[in-house]
């Protein structure tokens, strides 16, 4: 494929938020799999173009990171968690079960059936900085906290067919590649969805209120009670 | 990540007078106060819980007294290490031609780590603010916010924060008509834990391979396009501006004589209530345990990481260390991210170390010797083990490997690779050996799984 001419706009754009042109290097391969659904030949050209470095020097950078991708995904890219927390937890199971139903293995997209509107892959993923919401998938980047092995396989099959499912802590997920284009810095107006926190991240502040609220009764009952006697009070 | 600077492990200059222990053993919500408000994320629930007052008090004084405020705060390093943040701001050179960065380590990805994406998706105007008084502090024009690439709603929520901060007039030029100006971006990452090492960082985000670079020069002399660079940790910089509204004093009467304030406890695994718990520093695991619920029903603790996986582990011995750089030091592993994780009696020690080993090979960045090839020597004769196939040799051959790794590696990533391996040997041995006499792991996987009874039945 080639680089539209609206996409290489957007690539100097992105160059153009830093101090120095080759910063914008990591968002703009993540714009290029947006654009093309994986970092493409086609792409690194472009992106050794905008910043004067060589496509053997792009290369070098986009195969150091895990996210980029030099073959296709799915519209759907489902990242199950199987560092040792959430292995534990039941992400190796939930991993098991999903390579099962979809019939493929880490890092491979499930063909599309008949019927199915979207496709969707599979990987395993390291942690992803929320382990008290163990076990945990990711599907393009958004959370789905808590799973099990049955509900994910729901999930996914939802997914297949076009439903729409919402992220535990986000808004109903987008695809790959739009997701890619948010990574990039292109807003899609999505940021007020969802809530402000998961429960397991607000479990702290509960017990905290919990506390005062004892705090403040046993406060009240200790207070002296002016004017009143004990049997006054109690009538 | 966690990887803890070996220069700053055991510094005690903290500059600071704090009171000695208080507070321990109650929550003290800060950073966490105000993520149940109802669209906690937006300016408009922040200004109305106080946000941007703290701003108005930093340009209303030096950047010099903002850094002797940080400094008297106490505050340090909430990233792993646990350096004193000030005294890293002060380490800027006084005259340079060149411009200075601020750039915030938002890379989140030590196994076991959670406290800065939360805050991040629920406050993240308590970042951007922090941003700008430190900016300020250390005369940045420009500052940077590296988040980690796969997080989609946090990088939104930070996106729309910083759009929101310039339509205020909080970030741009001229701001609240200080005659300060600030430029921030938000920057998204690919995917590698070794990014959160800082020089890593830096450069991957001067478009490189993120492998790190040899120090010195430190960052505050030659970071950031060889000019002169603060990198702090998310929750470090998030904690600024409390403690200017709140007073140095304030901040430094809360947690241990040097390890002062509150940090986010991420308590995670088998609890009855995993989450986060935000207390003063040298609180213990049996006091968080108690706030939440416990080891869950009908299981007992078994081995448990004060700082993430790079932190040698704890068993229930050390259920009353108080989670202070010091004495977890003192304990024999490291406070790190305050990432407890929890495992009972029903999961495979051996199975959890192979795997965070895993872990270590596949993220290695490849720039030494030590780490590259020794993370894989490590995975292979720990597999071996879990299999049942080696032999009690084995045991001795890998103390012998992480000997080798340890202090040897270019940066931490390497040594933090060695701490599961060593401490579990040290507390479980005879678990290892059970998995030769009974040819294989004894344990039963699904056992340790949250939905356990589901898959049991």
Redesign the interface.
Known sequence: MTISEETRSELRDIAG????A??????M??LVQSAEGSVTPAGIEACAEV?GLTPAEVS??AT?????KRHRVGDFHV?VC????C????G??ILARLEEHLGVGNDEVAPKRQGDQYSVSLEH???????????VV?V????LD?Q???GLVRTVEALRAGHPVA?T???RICTWRQ?ER????F??G?????P??????????Q??AT?AEIAGLVQLADAPRHGLTNEEYDA | MTLPDASANGSSANGSSATGPSGTGALMPVLTANWGLERAWTLASYAAFGGYQALDVALGMTPEDVVETVKASGLRGRGGAGFPTGMKWGFLPAESEKPRYLVVNADESEPGTCKDIPLMMASPHTLVEGVIISSYAIKANRAFIYVRGEVLHVIRRLQAAVREAYAAGHLGTDIHGSGYDLELVVHAGAGAYICGEETALLDSLEGRRGQPRLRPPFPAVAGLYASPTVINNAESIASVPAILKNGAEWFAAMGTEKSNGVGIFSLSGHVTRPGQYEAPLGITLRELLDLAGGVRAGHELKFWTPGGSSTPLFTAEHLDVPLDFESVAAAGSMLGTRALQIFDETVCVVRAVLRWTEFYKHESCGKCTPCREGTYWLAQVLARLEQGHGSEDDLDLLLDQCDNILGRSFCALGDGATSPITSSIKYFRQEYLDHLTHGGCPFDPAASTLFAQEVLA
């Open positions: 938020r830093y101090p120095q080759r910063s914008g290097l990591l968002p391969l993540h910043l070098a950078v150091f990171y895990t996210m980029y990242g199987t560092n040792t927390l292995a534990v937890m039941g190796d199971a993923v390291e942690c992803n900085a929320a382990c008290d919401f163990a076990p990711m393009n980047w958004e959370f808590n099990t092995p049955d992220s802590r986000g808004p997701a948010v990574l990039a810095g807003d899609d999505l940021a007020d969805e969802g402000a926190a998961g429960p397991a991240s607000l479990a702290g502040l017990v905290h506390q």
